[in-house]
């Protein structure tokens, strides 16, 4: 028997709500998800977590975070396969005419205050903890439409350049990460992206980046009822992107008028659109003036719900 590629997990149904937290950055700028309980986790072997492992922790995960995370797949195999202390969770969604996969995944390797230690590593283990927080990335990708496993998702790639081409499977990506040098394809995806204003300096904190060799919408409170706005409006900004970067890409303009406008051969925000996204993402705010945040050299990023 082939074994699994992924599992759904469910949350309980006499609870799902989220246990109450708040989205902080730590003085590398990782966001990290901070909650008013704590977990136990395991000690995990450097070379990876195990499938039970991620079976166990998703499950536990899913009892904070079930507003997150209800009806979400556990990718077993990591993506990319670099990320072996991680788990991955994924859900399809469907746009008018894109597809988009919303990858949530948290970092297990030990980063917490050493009193929260209950057993010691060694040279094969990382030690054992409880934690009050999880340190995570929440993206939003465009992917190739497929009926697969949906731990066998394919983004789709913005750059030529990080891309190659196969006559059977058309674009796919390189595996070797360490050639890609993100910033600059952040800088030429905040370029394009001008119009907007975002709340939070995009030094400190990019809502639209580069990741997984496309354009990620980083989605930090990943409700259900806010991936669904999310997917409509970064349907758009992906399209707009793909136009600008000459992505070999045939839609009907006329489905996208109220948001795009074609010119002089190429593609525009309506102001409308504009005054839409910038008032969804003024919902997000920077904070750093609070003493627990100096003390800790981090920042808040406060949401209006």
């Known amino acids: ?93 469907k746009g008018r005419k ?21 057993e010691k590593g060694d040279n094969f283990h990382y030690p054992s903890y409880r934690t009050d927080r999880f340190y995570y990335k929440s993206y939003l990708l465009p992917v190739y439409s497929s009926d697969d496993d949906i731990s066998e998702f394919k983004t789709i790639p913005l750059f030529k350049e990080v891309s190659h081409k196969s006559e059977s499977e058309g674009f796919f990506t390189y595996a070797l ?35 997984y060799f496309t354009a990620a919408f980083a989605l930090l409170d990943p409700f259900a009822h806010k991936l669904k706005e999310a997917v409509d409006f970064f349907e758009i900004i992906f399209i707009r992107l793909m136009k600008d ?26 102001e409308s659109f504009i005054s839409k996204f910038n008032e969804y993402i003024g919902r997000y705010s920077l904070v750093t003036g609070e003493d627990n945040l100096l003390l800790n050299s981090w920042k808040k990023i406060e949401i209006i719900h």
């Open 1 to 93: 028997m082939t074994a699994e590629k992924s599992r759904l997990i469910t949350a309980n149904q006499n609870n799902k709500v989220n246990v109450s937290g708040e989205v902080l950055l730590n003085e590398r700028k990782n966001e990290f998800y901070k909650f008013e309980s704590s977990i136990e986790i395991p000690r995990i072997s450097v070379n990876g977590m195990s499938r039970d492992q991620k079976i166990v922790l998703s499950e536990r995960i899913c009892g904070i975070l079930p507003e997150f995370l209800d009806n979400y797949s556990v990718i077993f195999d990591p993506k990319p396969a670099a990320e072996t202390l991680y788990i991955h969770f994924a859900k399809k969604y």
């Open 98 to 118: 894109l597809d988009f996969i919303h990858l949530f995944k948290i970092d297990f390797k030990f980063s917490g205050n050493p009193d929260s230690m209950i």
């Open 177 to 211: 990460f360490d050639d890609v040098d993100i910033e600059i394809y952040d800088k030429i995806i905040a370029d394009s992206l001008g119009d907007f204003t975002f709340p939070v300096p995009q030094g400190i904190f990019r809502f639209i980046r580069y990741a």
């Open 245 to 270: 970067n000459e992505v070999d890409f045939e839609f009907d303009s006329d489905n996208f008028s109220e948001s795009l406008i074609s010119k002089d051969g190429k593609m525009y925000f309506t």
